[in-house]
């Protein structure tokens, strides 16, 4: 599957809330000294609020976070006392407008903690965690403050509104009742110890992984073992055994999936399931790394969190306010998928055996030998393996000649490298964005390597908000894990990793392009289900051919890419689709059968419950394992995407079913660009989802393209 992404995309409340919040009754108030040299108590002087990273250190990060606590806690106290009529202006706007100093603190803090952290921060993690929870309740739970909220809401039809301000406090209401502004005090107690208790798991979730993605890497012993990987590759292995002090080994770091990239290539079959073995059991070998108590303690907390909100599960309760409403219709949207992706996977499973039998194996086929020997298949039937096609995809030209140029062509951006401002790591970049009238829009920061000291997959975030109120402009970055070419070569990438890089730089726009006046409802503050629309659409962008054959060309000749490797791409474009959308299936089904676990049900045997979950959704295919296990899911259990993996697929429907627009009117124009800016890219929150993207498309989403794309339906 292409998608390894968006991993701590912020979907919060508000803007402000980075984390989830705490109360002002812990920790010590900043001394004056702190205050002064302290580069977060104050605004960035750099263009657009760009982070210091010059200036900041590990040390400035716990202060700021209980300063600009208490700070808004002070500015939220001032709301709720207020004795004036609820306003929009007494009430609201001075609400969007709290938090700054948290804000600028937890957004920073976020991105290091997932792609630059260390002991330091990971101990910060773990102590402002609980705290920052309990100051999310401090808020959300005020009376005072929902009473004002809940006199706007009634009114709100009688109000002069516009448009955007009328869903402000819509949203505000639902959040405020969602988050249990309606229990009693009693019941208040109750969900703030819950809510104390799930942010502590979660981050010992993540950093449990961390620990126990890097110690579950392979440490190779013989160079003959990997025999199969370019020397690229085997350079690149040697040099991280280098930084781990292992002289004269080999080392292959784990990405955050089941399936690892080498597992393509490596001809050894039992480097291979060591590999992957290791892979399975990251997080699952009774140590300091185990997650299984975590989540299954997890799990139980989320559920009675969510009937003490008066729901029977933690996926109803998540659902409500996503397009998609509650369990049961997830479970109806994936059963359409299920056995047409099953039976597509069986039939490959089949094809891959008889290549096993044909070249002489003789064993039955396991994970381990999947990508490799359908690598073999895909070569014998398209004539096409990967060492074709990655001399086409150096990272840089795919950035600046695909990424870039696509954006350009649709929506009349460009961008241009500066090296003045100051980065977290010397492989970070930075550019600015400039629109299609000559004005600058915000920054773009891209950070695309794998490191040990970095979460898995890739994802999206910013560093500054979008927001009329605030006068802000984004400060968007990216970020990857792809392997790093020895120094003086250049990074060459699978073409997966180019449709990753396309789908980051989606959710890129979705932040560059927000026009919202309330940070709550800028850029990609919207539903989980709705938002890898932007990012997933993208991705068609990559193999679309005008920008193809733009960027696609060979890093060492400057040829382009023959026209007959072109097509074999396209035609081999929806093999393995059966195993693609099994593994992505078993994910999502997994992630919503934990959080369909009523408060009555005990807590789990993690490995049981995993595997009795996906025979009872027919997924146990045991040669196509879920995407990600349990022990080792962070997009549910410490990324925010708790019963939301469906999301992936839900919003492949509705980008799909997008593209099918811009074929039918043209295809990449500035025209249809500027459409789906204006309609989608730049609406953020602003009205009912599913209303914005009928307005866009003319009518509701259909299934049938998706369907299509995945080699489901003939076309």
């Not at 390894?4 to 705490?22: D, E, Q, R, Y």
């Not at 998928?337 to 044909?358: F, G, V, Y």
């Not at 959710?507 to 997933?536: C, I, K, N, W």
């Amino acid at each position: 599957m292409k998608r390894i992404k968006t991993l701590t995309l912020l979907s919060v409340f508000m803007i402000g809330f980075a984390f989830i919040g705490w109360s002002c009754k812990s920790g010590n108030a900043s001394s004056s000294s702190e205050m002064t040299d302290n580069p977060f108590f104050t605004p960035s002087t750099l263009p657009f609020q760009a982070p210091p990273f010059d200036k900041i250190k590990d040390s400035d990060y716990k202060p700021a976070i209980l300063e600009g606590m208490k700070r808004q806690l002070k500015e939220i106290q001032e709301i709720a006392d207020n004795p004036d009529t609820p306003t929009v202006e007494n009430t609201l706007v001075p609400l969007e407008k709290s938090g700054r100093l948290l804000d600028r603190v937890t957004r920073v803090f976020s991105s290091m903690t997932s792609a630059n952290t260390n002991d330091t921060l990971q101990q910060v993690q773990q102590e402002v965690a609980p705290k920052l929870a309990a100051h999310h309740d401090a808020i959300f739970l005020n009376d005072k403050l929902f009473q004002r909220i809940k006199s706007l809401y009634n009114q709100r039809d009688q109000l002069d509104l516009d448009p955007e301000t009328h869903r402000l406090v819509d949203f505000y209401f639902k959040e405020f009742v969602h988050s249990g502004a309606n229990l009693s005090d009693t019941d208040k107690a109750k969900l703030m110890k819950l809510n104390e208790e799930e942010a502590t798991l979660s981050t010992k979730f993540e950093n449990q992984l961390l620990d126990g993605t890097k110690d579950g890497a392979l440490v190779v012993d013989n160079k003959t073992d990997l025999a199969g990987l370019t020397p690229a590759e085997i350079e690149s292995a040697s040099q991280a055994a280098k930084a781990r002090g292992l002289v004269g080994k080999w080392v292959i770091p784990l990405q955050n999936t089941t399936q690892q990239p080498a597992l393509r290539s490596l001809e050894n079959r039992s480097i291979r399931e060591k590999l992957f073995k290791k892979s399975w059991t990251r997080t699952e070998l009774d140590d300091a790394n185990d997650t299984r108590n975590t989540i299954k303690r997890l799990a139980k907390v989320r559920a009675e969190k969510a009937q003490l909100l008066g729901f029977p599960t933690y996926a109803a309760w998540k659902l409500e306010d996503q397009m998609a409403k509650n369990p049961s219709n997830v479970d109806s949207f994936l059963a359409k998928l299920i056995p047409a992706a099953t039976a597509n996977a069986r039939k490959e499973a089949k094809d891959i055996q008889a290549m096993i039998n044909e070249t002489g194996g003789n064993f039955k086929l396991q994970p381990w030998d999947w990508n490799y020997y359908a690598e073999k298949v895909r070569k014998a039937r398209y004539n096409l393996d990967e060492s074709q096609i990655k001399p086409y995809f150096e990272l840089n030209n795919v950035l600046e000649n695909g990424v870039f140029y696509a954006a350009h062509e649709l929506y009349g951006i460009r961008f241009k490298e500066r090296h003045d401002l100051p980065v977290y790591n010397k492989d970070v970049r930075v550019f600015d964005v400039i629109d299609k009238d000559g004005s600058q829009i915000g920054l773009f920061y891209t950070d695309y390597y794998k490191r040990d000291n970095k979460s898995g997959g890739a994802w999206m975030s910013s560093f500054v908000g979008q927001s009329k109120l605030l006068g802000t402009q984004p400060v968007i970055y990216n970020v990857a894990n792809f392997p790093k070419a020895p120094n003086g070569e250049p990074t060459l990438l699978t073409y997966n990793e180019v449709t990753t890089m396309f789908h980051e730089f989606g959710h890129a726009l979705h932040g560059m392009f927000a026009d919202e006046e309330y940070p709550s409802l800028s850029g990609t503050a919207v539903a989980r289900d709705f938002v890898e629309l932007p990012s997933q659409f993208n991705e068609h962008w990559a193999l679309y051919p005008k920008v193809f054959e733009h960027y696609a060309v060979n890093y060492k000749t400057g040829k382009p890419m023959p026209q007959k490797l072109v097509d074999k791409i396209t035609k081999a474009s929806k093999f393995n689709q059966g195993y693609a959308l099994t593994e992505l299936l078993a994910a999502a089904e997994l992630d919503m059968s934990w959080h369909t676990l009523p408060a009555s049900a005990p807590e789990q045997n993690v490995d049981a419950f995993e595997v009795s979950s996906l025979k009872k959704d027919h997924l146990a295919l045991p040669q196509v394992p879920p995407r990600y296990r349990s022990s080792y899911y962070m997009h549910i259990w410490g990324h925010g995407y708790a019963a939301g993996y469906y999301a992936y697929l839900w919003s492949e429907m509705l980008d799909q079913d997008a593209f099918e627009w811009f074929k039918e009117n043209g295809g990449l124009t500035r025209a249809n660009g500027d459409r789906f800016r204006n309609m989608i890219l730049s609406r953020g929150n602003t009205e009912d989802l599913a209303t914005m993207y009928r307005n866009f498309r003319g009518r509701d989403p259909e299934i049938e393209p998706l369907l299509k794309a995945r080699g489901l339906l003939k076309n």
